[in-house]
């Protein structure tokens, strides 16, 4: 018993001992920002961890991961040309087709947000999931509400686990949300949830144009939001478009028992590594919060 509440401890991240220090688990992707290639190959000892003056120990560190994926698509708004509705089918069926064995969960939403049953590993489960959504398309309004969608996106997740990540594909346009990107930026943080965005234009995607009015501020605003947690921006959707979900280095950092707000910290190469890469560019959050902390609410 002894056995199996301690593997449970490791599997929810973090888990705290009181008056102890305890991990808190980030994914951070490493590039060459020359070559824009991946640098793979790398080691816990490759890396040091700071937190203002003070040197944070990593714990763990794994390049080969199984988290959990969360892809949202907006399903209505003032898209041109090819129906929202077409579009979203057409990136569920992307989603079909992630490798069994990854745990995988899908939603659309404009005014509402339609989610699947849950996480599913299972590729004929998870398609029939899906298709459970995609029932739903007609009902889930036109008005897209991008920032309450993902609040309600980060308590879906429920209990934290190692390297959750939002995947969310949208225009940026936000017409009717409660929250804003000050507000997600807090949730993500307090939930090490890692969000990945990627920007939906007209018909085919591709970049930005003048068919979205100028709403850059938006897009920006979602920009900004992402690379606070260590994800990525695109403007491109492909068939292999959720393996950067998997792709980087799950790290487990011990916090000191003393950290009782988020905190900036910073990962880095050093040593030979860094001499190796000398151009590199690591995706970090750019701040971790402390191990005991509120589950987001859905309202």
Request: charged share 20%; net charge neutral.
């Amino acid at each position: 018993m002894r056995c199996n509440l301690l593997w449970l401890c490791l599997l929810v991240a973090p888990c705290l001992a009181t008056g102890q220090s305890c991990t808190a688990y980030a994914v951070i992707d490493v590039f060459d920002s020359k070559s824009h290639m991946g640098i793979d190959g790398l080691e816990a000892n490759d890396f040091e961890v700071k937190m203002g003056g003070s040197s944070l120990p990593i714990v763990s560190m794994s390049q080969s991961f199984n988290n959990r994926v969360l892809v949202m698509v907006q399903g209505a708004g003032s898209l041109k040309g090819p129906l929202p509705a077409e579009i979203t089918r057409g990136i569920a069926g992307f989603v079909r087709l992630a490798p069994a064995g990854r745990p995988v969960a899908f939603a659309a939403f404009a005014n509402r947000t339609a989610f699947t049953k849950g996480f599913s590993a299972n590729v004929q489960e998870r398609s029939a999931w899906i298709d459970d959504v995609i029932a739903q398309l007609n009902s889930i309004g036109n008005d897209p509400a991008v920032f309450d969608a993902l609040h309600e996106g980060i308590a879906f997740f429920g209990p934290d686990q190692p390297g959750d990540t939002i995947i969310l594909i949208s225009t940026g346009h936000d017409v009717s949300s409660k929250r804003n990107e000050m507000d997600l930026e807090k949730e993500f943080t307090q939930h090490h949830t890692r969000l990945l965005l990627t920007a939906m234009t007209t018909g085919v995607i591709e970049g930005f144009n003048a068919n979205h009015q100028n709403k850059y501020e938006e897009v920006h605003a979602l920009h900004r939001l992402a690379s606070s947690t260590g994800g990525s921006y695109t403007r491109l959707v492909s068939p292999n478009f959720m393996d950067f979900a998997w792709a980087g280095y799950l790290v487990g950092v011990g916090l000191p028992p003393t950290l009782d707000k988020a905190r900036d910290w910073k990962l880095q190469l050093r040593g030979a590594a860094a001499k190796a890469h000398k151009d590199a560019l690591i995706y970090q959050p750019y701040s971790v919060a402390p191990c005991s902390r509120p589950i987001a609410e859905t309202k």
